[in-house]
């Protein structure tokens, strides 16, 4: 099966002339989303590349009606590939069954692997100039240190982990954790 996928922001943008070139260029079947690119949730997106078959392809216009960045745009071929079906991008003249097209979707990939790891490495190096700062990083703490020593009472005093963490207004999993560093 070939379809065609075809997206727009909102509902007051027509979607007609990306269908009538999806069609023109062979799409049997046309989903139309209406969501905007920043959005994470495509349902019909999903729910096409759920259904996908083996030889099925995908057409769109371009990678932008298709994918919010380039790592959603990897996601996206990656669950493509692992269907064995194929996508095609018009403005590009990428055909992922030709040589070319395998080549220029090979190496979008690959540079997503680069932000990828760009992105990680950022991340690294921001979270550990962070610690260097004096920062605490994590979660701030639910309970202080009175509210601690009176938790440790009361479950000394025959109180239930349950009991405690009503008590205090947190998760049994707090009173937990606060045992364990106890002991």
């Known amino acids: 099966m070939k379809y065609g ?29 209406f969501a905007s690119g920043a959005n994470k949730k495509r349902p019909l997106l999903d729910q096409l590349l759920n259904r996908l078959l083996p030889n099925d392809d995908i057409i769109v216009l371009s990678i932008d009606r298709l994918a919010r960045s380039i790592l959603d745009f990897l996601k996206i071929v990656e669950r493509i590939e692992k269907a064995q079906a194929n996508l095609i991008i018009l403005d ?5 069954k030709t040589a070319s097209g395998r080549l220029v979707l090979n190496m979008l990939m690959v540079l997503a692997e680069f932000e990828r790891k760009l992105i990680v490495e950022r991340t690294l190096s921001g979270l550990q100039a962070a610690k260097a700062r004096g920062i605490k990083l994590g979660a701030p703490n639910k309970l202080n240190k009175e509210q601690k020593v009176a ?8 109180k239930s982990q349950n009991q405690v963490a009503r008590i205090f207004k947190v998760h049994a999993s707090t009173i937990c954790r606060l045992l364990k560093k106890k002991t």
């Open 92 to 96: 590009l003249s990428v055909d992922g």
């Open 5 to 33: 996928y075809a997206r727009v922001s909102t509902t007051a943008q027509n979607p007609q002339r990306q269908e009538d070139e999806l069609r023109k260029n062979g799409a049997e079947n046309v989903i139309v989303e």
């Open 151 to 158: 938790a440790l009472e009361f479950l000394k005093n025959g």
